[in-house]
């Protein structure tokens, strides 16, 4: 059973920087592409950044001067690189993966992670 999971929450100070992970389990499970999102206390969840399955990257308006999405295909994990942080990115992140079992796609949501960035 395929699953994805995400890592590198934590708090950190006004200005920190975090990089999330995103990971696929399960058999011969391999991502391809790959969105992360957020969803801040009491609000929607919202689209923060996206790598293809070519590695072409996309972000949410006003994003992709503090953040960036990669890839490392040797251990087939995305990650987010966030610096600056400022206290309204935070949030749970959340990785949405579309993930090849060996059979089928499939896409899939991470459980989260928390960031939090204090004041």
């Known amino acids: 059973q395929v699953q994805v999971m995400e890592s590198g929450g934590g708090v950190v100070p006004t200005g920190g920087s975090l990089t999330l992970s995103c990971t696929a389990s399960g058999g011969v499970a391999k991502m391809y592409a790959v969105e992360w999102h957020r969803q801040p206390p009491g609000k929607e969840r919202v689209n923060v950044a996206r790598?293809?399955?070519?590695?072409?990257?996309t972000y949410a308006d006003g994003m992709k001067e503090r953040f960036t999405i990669y890839r490392d295909l040797a251990k087939d994990t995305v990650y987010l690189q966030m610096f600056g942080l400022q206290p309204d990115d935070s949030g749970i992140y959340y990785c949405?993966?579309?993930?090849?079992?060996?059979?089928?796609?499939?896409?899939?949501w991470g459980q989260g992670t928390q960031v939090t960035v204090s004041f």
């Open positions: 949405y993966a579309q993930v090849f079992d060996g059979y089928k796609m499939s896409s899939y």
């Open positions: 790598i293809s399955s070519g590695d072409h990257t």
